[in-house]
């Protein structure tokens, strides 16, 4: 029995960052949103009892429950997917705030390059500089045109930072000026200015200082306590859906927030969706929620598998080449290298967001003309606040158990530093997202299928970022220093980065992405797609800026389309695939 | 370094009161607040130790045999030495023992469901074994193994024969029921360090010396004063305790 609920005029599927800054801009201008959010509710009174690194950085407290839904991986589409029975790789969040709730609040602009990575890169260095089967393409919108959507995002977060004078210019100044430096970022500042680069302090959503945002919202000053990535913040000074969009939303009455509803399908009427069910998590009932517009603001995961479980848009084939949905899947390289120090340093304190960075070799800030890659990283040192369960750093060659390893894990647990980049990942035809033929959710409905491997280009970026890296931490006193090594494979087993996206890609051609530049499906007018699932490739940096900036420019998409109906963009066959 | 011998002296209700955190106007109210209204400033640490052994006892295992084996497998993994206690005297093997007894053992919020296949060396983890069937399957195999190698129980070998049969498991030279032994070893061993650095709550860590041997002070409600500090800073560890009212 599924009950049928009075149409909301929009619906949004998730109530993480993306839904949040929907469900905020629009009830502000007066729309009635519905905000379904399969996790539970959150604040910042949960976590009072935040500083347990087993509970939540070991057991996975604030993340989704794999036991009802994951996905199946292999590297090759040629090899059979198996589930991922337990997080590895990268972890899923899920409850109010999303992975906005245990983020470490790095909040990064993607260069202009980013967006026009196809046509620059082609100008530069000609058409073949990728090898065959690559599909990268232009994002179908400008830097300049995003500018402002940052400068929003930003503003609602009130975001930490200084000018980097090597990233994408800006036309204001950060709202709040950049969190306080360390021995450990003073020496990684220093190493860098000698070797000619550029430092800067690492843009932060853990605030420098207390702030009100422009919607009257309250963040407050970083204590710099040390537990902050996938952990929430028990001061209400990290940046967080929950402490702005969410609150902004619920306080002009127009925003009904339901927790406990996992969305199982979009419904639709041949192109123009009706509305979503969803089935109540603590009472097993199903409900049908008509609405005029459904945005899904999920995870990268959950925006492509309900599009691809709902018929909506079309699949993505590796073979050919067709299709929109799912296509483009891309990670993180994440280069670097570890230094190991004589002296001690003061590792346990610090934020998610206290770093320092250079921007040197990201983008094509360098020249890649005799290089055998494209693109690079943002390089940075960064300052949680290590811990001792998941920090046992020790020199190469030590073995991993033991005498030897306890003496050695004891010894350098303070010694350690880290110089390591969020590098650029660009997408191949054969990593893609599609549904799985044999394994199902709870509900019954199949799990999304991950097919992703490395290329030579992520193994040429990785090795030249991980040089770059080690010439770092030599430069910073180091007595040991180890440049990372890439596995053979990518390994669904080892923690390694958060950051996957694509699958719904946003793009000017409507042939080659899903979505045109307001984040509306180009198949489907009343469906927009909000998330890092609309990256076209990922970027050298944290992804969450450019998610926030997307919402804001969905928000006034989704305004634009409740008064003119039908398509916001008109879509461009220039850029098809060959 | 003056200035870490003093801070090294320095009690935690000394650093509490001298830190920013206590300077609560600069950071604004509400949560701050209510933290500092629970006894926060106080250890309780004697009771906390008392109360913990009533603690020290079986939950999952069934038999004592099968813990003393895993005693002494975590304990060769984490041995006592001239930094501190090993796992054992941490209480390393009744945080296991508990842990197998809860969502961890049973893996509650993983996928289980089948078809099982062993996949490829980077599909992860896919045994049909929940982690407390895991544990006493690789108990057995070490205790099997021992009994075939040194005609003699695991418990009463060398440290040095133990740690052949631990290395022999983590190089999956061992044929057990259900998994690898690799992956047996390696749960193992990830268990052993949680035991050893997890917040004292969880009946290993005790009096909270794993975090001692690694300086790390625990749960801290501010560094915002000591953040530019060249000198290196120990201090008295806090544990969660002290964050709920009695």
């Known amino acids: 029995m599924v009950t049928k609920l009075d149409k909301a005029e929009v619906v949004t599927v998730g109530v993480g960052w993306a839904g949040g800054i929907i469900a905020a801009e629009l009830a502000k201008a007066g729309v009635q949103v519905v905000g379904l959010e399969r996790g539970g509710h959150r604040d910042t009174q949960d976590f009072q009892m935040v500083h347990d690194e087993y509970r939540y950085a070991v057991r996975y407290e604030l993340m989704q429950d794999l036991s009802k839904e994951t996905i199946t991986f292999r590297n090759r589409p040629n090899e059979d997917a198996l589930p991922m029975r337990q997080f590895g790789a990268f972890l899923i969040g899920s409850g109010v705030g999303g992975a906005g709730v245990h983020w470490n609040g790095h909040t990064w602009r993607f260069l202009p390059y980013d967006f026009e990575i196809k046509s620059m890169t082609d100008e530069t260095y000609g058409p073949n500089k990728l090898a065959d089967g690559h599909t990268l393409q232009d994002w179908g919108i400008t830097y300049d045109e995003l500018e402002p959507y940052y400068d929003k995002f930003e503003k609602t977060a009130g975001i930490s930072g200084e000018e980097n004078p090597m990233g994408a210019p800006r036309k204001n100044p950060y709202p709040t000026p950049p969190m ?354 609309n990256f076209a490739h990922n970027g050298g940096y944290n992804p969450t800026g450019t998610v926030g900036a997307f919402a804001y420019r969905a928000a006034e998409g989704i305004l634009k389309f409740r008064e003119n109906n039908g398509q916001l963009v008109k879509g461009k066959n220039k850029n098809r695939m060959a | 370094m003056a200035d870490e011998k003093e801070q090294s002296k320095m009690s935690r209700r000394r650093f509490m009161r001298n830190s920013g955190y206590v300077a609560g106007g600069a950071i604004g109210g509400g949560i701050l607040g209510s933290l500092l209204g629970t006894n926060l400033l106080d250890t309780n640490q004697e009771t906390a130790q008392e109360t913990n052994d009533y603690n020290r006892a079986l939950m999952f295992f069934t038999r004592q045999k099968d813990f003393d084996i895993l005693s002494a497998a975590t304990e060769r993994i984490f041995p006592e030495d001239e930094n501190g206690p090993g796992a054992i005297a941490l209480g390393v093997p009744y945080f296991i023992d508990h842990q197998l007894a809860g969502s961890y053992g049973n893996n509650e919020k993983e996928y289980m469901q089948g078809p099982f296949s062993p996949g490829t060396d980077y599909q992860g983890y896919q045994s049909p074994l929940k982690r407390n069937e895991l544990f006493l399957v690789g108990i057995q195999a070490l205790e099997d193994e021992s009994m075939n190698n040194y005609n003699t129980t695991f418990t009463e070998l060398e440290g040095e024969q133990q740690d052949e049969l631990l290395q022999a498991f983590q190089n999956n030279g061992v044929g057990i029921k259900g998994a690898t032994s690799a992956t047996f070893f390696e749960t193992m061993r990830s268990a052993t360090l949680e035991g050893a650095y997890s917040d004292p709550l969880y009946g290993g860590n005790a009096n909270m010396d794993g975090w001692r041997m690694k300086e790390f002070p625990g749960s801290q409600m501010s560094f915002i004063d000591e953040l530019d500090s060249e000198d290196f800073i120990e201090m008295e560890p806090n544990a969660l305790r002290s964050h709920i009212s009695h």
């Open chain 1, 180 to 533: 306080k430096s360390t021995p450990i970022l003073d020496r990684f500042k220093d190493a860098s200015n000698n070797l000619g680069l550029h430092p800067f302090m690492l843009p932060s959503g853990n605030l420098s200082e207390n702030y009100e945002n422009p919607d009257g919202q309250f963040i407050a000053q970083c204590q710099y306590c040390g537990f902050c990535e996938k952990f929430g913040c028990e001061y209400g000074a990290k940046s967080t859906p929950n402490v702005t969009v969410i609150p902004t939303a619920q306080e002009t009455g127009n925003f009904e927030l339901r927790t406990h509803a996992n969305v199982t399908e979009i419904l639709h009427d041949d192109n123009r969706a009706t509305g979503v069910r969803y089935v109540d998590l603590q009472t097993g009932e199903e409900f049908e929620q008509p609405a005029d517009i459904v945005v899904l603001t999920s995870y990268v995961l959950n925006n492509t598998k309900l599009l691809l479980h709902s018929g909506l848009g079309r699949p993505y084939n590796p073979e050919t080449g067709d299709g929109v949905i799912g296509k483009n899947y891309c990670y993180q390289i994440i280069a670097g290298a570890t230094g190991f120090f004589n002296e001690k340093f003061n590792t346990y304190m610090g934020a998610g967001s206290l770093g320092a960075t250079v921007d040197d070799y990201n983008g094509d800030n360098f020249d890649h003309s005799e290089l055998d890659f494209i693109h690079g990283g943002s390089i940075s040192t960064k300052q949680y606040g290590r811990r001792p369960i998941q920090n046992n750093t020790v020199p190469g060659g030590t073995p991993s158990w033991g005498k030897e390893f306890k003496a050695q894990s004891i010894k350098y647990q303070n010694r350690w530093l880290s110089v390591d980049s969020q590098g650029a990942s660009m997408p191949h035809r054969n990593n893609y997202l599609s549904l799985d033929p044999t394994y199902k959710d709870s509900f019954g409905n199949p799990l999304l299928r991950l097919t992703y491997d490395f290329t030579e280009q992520d193994n040429r970026l990785f090795k030249y970022i991980s040089d770059r890296s080690a010439e770092i931490l030599d430069e910073m006193g180091a007595e040991i220093v180890e440049p990372r090594e890439m596995t053979d494979h990518f390994d669904i087993e080892p923690a390694q980065n958060d950051h996957i996206t694509g699958g719904v890609i946003i793009g000017g051609d409507p042939e080659t992405s899903a979505v045109n530049n307001y984040l509306q499906m180009w198949d489907v007018d009343n469906v927009f797609v909000i998330g890092a699932s």
